[in-house]
T-cell receptor, first 111, second 111 residues
Protein backbone atom coordinates (compact mmCIF):
# COMPACT_ATOMS: atom_id res chain seq x y z
CA UNK A 1 0.00 0.00 0.00
CA UNK A 2 1.39 3.36 -1.00
CA UNK A 3 1.14 5.83 1.89
CA UNK A 4 1.41 9.03 -0.15
CA UNK A 5 0.82 8.81 -3.87
CA UNK A 6 1.14 11.42 -6.58
CA UNK A 7 0.12 11.48 -10.20
CA UNK A 8 1.55 11.91 -12.70
CA UNK A 9 5.13 10.91 -11.99
CA UNK A 10 6.40 12.76 -15.05
CA UNK A 11 4.85 15.76 -16.74
CA UNK A 12 6.27 17.37 -19.87
CA UNK A 13 4.35 20.31 -21.23
CA UNK A 14 4.64 23.52 -23.21
CA UNK A 15 4.93 27.00 -21.77
CA UNK A 16 1.57 28.63 -21.23
CA UNK A 17 -0.32 25.40 -20.58
CA UNK A 18 -2.34 24.64 -17.45
CA UNK A 19 -1.67 21.39 -15.58
CA UNK A 20 -2.65 19.65 -12.36
CA UNK A 21 -0.86 17.27 -10.03
CA UNK A 22 -2.85 15.06 -7.71
CA UNK A 23 -1.86 13.80 -4.29
CA UNK A 24 -3.53 11.32 -1.97
CA UNK A 25 -2.52 9.96 1.42
CA UNK A 26 -3.97 6.96 3.22
CA UNK A 27 -2.24 7.57 6.53
CA UNK A 28 -5.12 9.40 8.17
CA UNK A 29 -3.03 12.55 8.67
CA UNK A 30 -4.70 15.93 9.03
CA UNK A 31 -1.88 17.94 7.43
CA UNK A 32 -0.64 17.85 3.86
CA UNK A 33 2.04 19.86 2.09
CA UNK A 34 3.36 20.76 -1.32
CA UNK A 35 7.10 21.27 -1.80
CA UNK A 36 9.17 22.31 -4.80
CA UNK A 37 12.68 20.94 -5.29
CA UNK A 38 14.63 22.88 -7.85
CA UNK A 39 17.67 21.90 -9.91
CA UNK A 40 19.96 22.77 -7.01
CA UNK A 41 18.06 20.23 -4.90
CA UNK A 42 16.74 22.84 -2.49
CA UNK A 43 13.43 21.70 -1.04
CA UNK A 44 11.09 24.59 -0.33
CA UNK A 45 7.60 24.53 1.07
CA UNK A 46 4.85 26.01 -1.06
CA UNK A 47 1.62 25.24 0.77
CA UNK A 48 0.35 23.48 3.84
CA UNK A 49 -3.22 22.38 4.52
CA UNK A 50 -4.62 21.18 7.81
CA UNK A 51 -7.92 19.35 7.56
CA UNK A 52 -8.73 21.07 4.23
CA UNK A 53 -7.82 24.51 5.54
CA UNK A 54 -4.88 26.50 4.13
CA UNK A 55 -2.27 27.05 6.85
CA UNK A 56 0.91 28.04 5.02
CA UNK A 57 1.01 29.88 1.74
CA UNK A 58 4.56 30.82 0.97
CA UNK A 59 5.54 33.39 -1.60
CA UNK A 60 4.41 31.46 -4.61
CA UNK A 61 3.00 32.99 -7.80
CA UNK A 62 -0.78 32.97 -7.79
CA UNK A 63 -0.61 30.81 -10.90
CA UNK A 64 -0.24 27.99 -8.35
CA UNK A 65 -3.50 27.06 -6.66
CA UNK A 66 -3.84 24.17 -4.22
CA UNK A 67 -7.16 22.48 -3.68
CA UNK A 68 -8.08 20.09 -0.90
CA UNK A 69 -11.42 18.36 -1.50
CA UNK A 70 -10.95 16.32 1.69
CA UNK A 71 -8.17 15.77 4.17
CA UNK A 72 -6.80 12.79 2.24
CA UNK A 73 -6.28 14.77 -0.95
CA UNK A 74 -4.30 17.87 -1.85
CA UNK A 75 -4.06 18.73 -5.51
CA UNK A 76 -1.94 21.40 -7.15
CA UNK A 77 -3.10 23.28 -10.20
CA UNK A 78 -0.69 25.43 -12.17
CA UNK A 79 -1.83 27.98 -14.72
CA UNK A 80 0.20 29.50 -17.55
CA UNK A 81 3.27 27.35 -16.98
CA UNK A 82 6.66 29.02 -17.28
CA UNK A 83 10.13 27.61 -17.90
CA UNK A 84 11.09 28.38 -14.29
CA UNK A 85 8.36 26.09 -13.03
CA UNK A 86 10.41 23.08 -14.13
CA UNK A 87 11.25 21.19 -10.93
CA UNK A 88 10.26 18.17 -8.91
CA UNK A 89 7.09 18.73 -6.88
CA UNK A 90 6.65 16.65 -3.75
CA UNK A 91 3.48 16.15 -1.79
CA UNK A 92 3.81 15.17 1.87
CA UNK A 93 1.57 14.43 4.80
CA UNK A 94 2.26 15.13 8.45
CA UNK A 95 2.40 12.55 11.19
CA UNK A 96 1.59 12.70 14.89
CA UNK A 97 5.15 13.45 15.93
CA UNK A 98 5.66 16.02 13.20
CA UNK A 99 7.48 13.64 10.90
CA UNK A 100 6.54 13.96 7.24
CA UNK A 101 5.92 11.29 4.69
CA UNK A 102 6.63 12.22 1.10
CA UNK A 103 5.10 11.10 -2.13
CA UNK A 104 7.38 9.89 -4.94
CA UNK A 105 7.42 13.31 -6.59
CA UNK A 106 6.24 14.70 -9.91
CA UNK A 107 9.01 15.71 -12.30
CA UNK A 108 7.67 18.68 -14.26
CA UNK A 109 9.46 19.84 -17.38
CA UNK A 110 8.23 22.96 -19.14
CA UNK A 111 9.45 23.36 -22.71
CA UNK B 1 20.30 34.25 6.37
CA UNK B 2 18.90 30.80 5.62
CA UNK B 3 16.84 29.08 8.29
CA UNK B 4 18.90 25.91 8.02
CA UNK B 5 22.46 25.60 6.74
CA UNK B 6 24.43 22.50 5.90
CA UNK B 7 27.78 21.80 4.34
CA UNK B 8 26.79 20.40 0.92
CA UNK B 9 29.87 18.19 0.75
CA UNK B 10 30.39 15.93 -1.08
CA UNK B 11 31.74 13.58 1.52
CA UNK B 12 33.48 10.57 -0.01
CA UNK B 13 34.41 7.98 2.60
CA UNK B 14 35.58 4.36 2.49
CA UNK B 15 33.37 1.56 3.71
CA UNK B 16 33.62 1.13 7.46
CA UNK B 17 34.51 4.76 8.10
CA UNK B 18 32.78 7.03 10.57
CA UNK B 19 31.40 10.26 9.15
CA UNK B 20 29.69 13.21 10.81
CA UNK B 21 27.47 15.92 9.42
CA UNK B 22 26.55 19.18 11.08
CA UNK B 23 23.70 21.53 10.50
CA UNK B 24 22.96 24.94 11.99
CA UNK B 25 19.61 26.65 12.34
CA UNK B 26 18.94 30.33 12.77
CA UNK B 27 15.77 30.50 14.84
CA UNK B 28 16.14 29.73 18.53
CA UNK B 29 12.37 29.14 18.77
CA UNK B 30 12.64 26.05 16.57
CA UNK B 31 11.14 23.06 18.29
CA UNK B 32 11.49 19.86 16.32
CA UNK B 33 14.50 18.52 14.49
CA UNK B 34 14.96 15.71 12.03
CA UNK B 35 17.37 14.06 9.67
CA UNK B 36 15.99 12.87 6.34
CA UNK B 37 17.69 10.82 3.69
CA UNK B 38 17.14 11.37 -0.03
CA UNK B 39 18.40 8.94 -2.63
CA UNK B 40 18.99 10.10 -6.18
CA UNK B 41 15.72 10.84 -7.97
CA UNK B 42 13.68 9.67 -4.99
CA UNK B 43 11.63 11.34 -2.28
CA UNK B 44 13.08 12.32 1.11
CA UNK B 45 12.51 9.71 3.81
CA UNK B 46 12.71 10.21 7.55
CA UNK B 47 15.93 8.81 8.94
CA UNK B 48 15.47 9.86 12.54
CA UNK B 49 14.09 12.54 14.78
CA UNK B 50 16.58 14.42 16.94
CA UNK B 51 15.89 14.69 20.65
CA UNK B 52 17.43 17.08 23.15
CA UNK B 53 19.20 14.30 25.00
CA UNK B 54 20.60 12.82 21.80
CA UNK B 55 19.44 9.55 20.33
CA UNK B 56 20.83 6.54 18.57
CA UNK B 57 19.41 4.14 16.02
CA UNK B 58 21.83 1.38 15.18
CA UNK B 59 24.83 2.92 13.47
CA UNK B 60 23.27 6.39 13.45
CA UNK B 61 23.54 8.90 16.29
CA UNK B 62 21.86 12.30 16.33
CA UNK B 63 22.69 15.16 18.66
CA UNK B 64 21.08 18.51 19.30
CA UNK B 65 22.84 21.50 20.82
CA UNK B 66 20.22 24.17 21.50
CA UNK B 67 22.70 26.65 22.94
CA UNK B 68 24.77 26.66 19.76
CA UNK B 69 21.79 25.93 17.52
CA UNK B 70 23.24 22.99 15.71
CA UNK B 71 22.30 19.41 14.98
CA UNK B 72 24.67 16.61 14.11
CA UNK B 73 24.42 13.17 12.57
CA UNK B 74 27.09 10.54 13.09
CA UNK B 75 27.23 7.43 10.93
CA UNK B 76 29.47 4.63 12.14
CA UNK B 77 30.75 1.71 10.08
CA UNK B 78 29.56 3.24 6.80
CA UNK B 79 27.96 0.92 4.28
CA UNK B 80 27.72 1.35 0.53
CA UNK B 81 23.95 1.64 1.00
CA UNK B 82 24.44 4.76 3.13
CA UNK B 83 25.33 6.72 -0.03
CA UNK B 84 22.66 9.40 -0.31
CA UNK B 85 21.94 13.04 0.47
CA UNK B 86 21.20 13.76 4.12
CA UNK B 87 18.80 16.60 4.81
CA UNK B 88 18.61 18.48 8.08
CA UNK B 89 15.06 19.61 8.88
CA UNK B 90 13.82 22.05 11.47
CA UNK B 91 10.22 22.66 12.47
CA UNK B 92 9.03 25.97 13.89
CA UNK B 93 5.57 26.24 15.38
CA UNK B 94 5.81 30.01 15.43
CA UNK B 95 5.65 30.06 11.65
CA UNK B 96 2.54 27.90 11.42
CA UNK B 97 4.23 24.57 11.92
CA UNK B 98 6.47 25.13 8.94
CA UNK B 99 9.32 22.81 8.09
CA UNK B 100 12.63 24.20 6.88
CA UNK B 101 14.96 21.93 4.94
CA UNK B 102 18.68 22.30 4.57
CA UNK B 103 20.14 21.93 1.10
CA UNK B 104 21.49 18.53 2.05
CA UNK B 105 24.89 16.92 2.47
CA UNK B 106 25.95 14.43 -0.17
CA UNK B 107 27.61 11.23 1.04
CA UNK B 108 29.26 8.62 -1.14
CA UNK B 109 30.63 5.49 0.51
CA UNK B 110 33.39 3.95 -1.56
CA UNK B 111 34.18 0.21 -1.63
Amino acid sequence: DTAVSQTPKYLVTQMGNDKSIKCEQNLGHDTMYWYKQDSKKFLKIMFSYNNKELIINETVPNRFSPKSPDKAHLNLHINSLELGDSAVYFCASGGTYNEQFFGPGTRLTVL
Amino acid sequence: RKEVEQDPGPFNVPEGATVAFNCTYSNSASQSFFWYRQDCRKEPKLLMSVYSSGNEDGRFTAQLNRASQYISLLIRDSKLSDSATYLCVVNALHTGNQFYFGTGTSLTVIP
